[in-house]
């Protein structure tokens, strides 16, 4: 029996960062922008001139907590009023800007954004998704 798995390439990755970069010169922010495999492996990263030192990490937990879990990484922010044990989850980050990535229905990774307000940094995540659905 011959199984199928969809992965996100590395040229998926680029078309993916450079559509979230162009998103972000237009409107004219300084951002890091983060693209990771389904396990939250990084496959490409890239901090504009400008964009705060802190933003690549922060961009790259975003990217990682979203692929991990699924899910936005706002997920994890909008639960924790509810469920304030999730902040002993270290390796999560539960702020917004992470959107997963899906292929035929299953995660293969995510792209994180920070540099901007949550509303924006979410907003170049889905600008950088468009590339990979030819919207």
């Not at 011959?2 to 409107?27: F, G, H, I, S």
């Not at 690549?56 to 639960?79: F, H, N, Q, W, Y």
């Not at 002993?88 to 959107?99: E, F, H, Q, S």
């Amino acid at each position: 029996m011959t199984q199928y798995k969809p992965v996100l390439t590395a040229e998926n990755a680029r078309q993916m960062l450079d559509r979230a970069l162009e998103a972000a010169c237009d409107a004219g922010l300084a951002m890091s922008i983060a693209v990771v495999d389904e396990g939250g492996y990084p496959l490409a990263l890239q901090r504009m001139d400008g964009a705060g030192l802190m933003t690549a990490k922060v961009a790259m937990e975003k990217a990682r907590t979203a692929a991990l879990i699924r899910a936005p990484s706002g997920r994890l922010a909008d639960r924790l009023t509810a469920e304030p044990a999730l902040l002993r989850l270290t390796d999560y980050l539960p702020m917004a800007g992470g959107l997963p990535v899906t292929m035929e229905g299953r995660c293969v990774g995510a792209i994180g954004v920070s540099g901007g307000t949550p509303a924006q940094d979410e907003q170049i995540g889905a600008t950088g998704l468009e590339a990979l659905t030819g919207s």
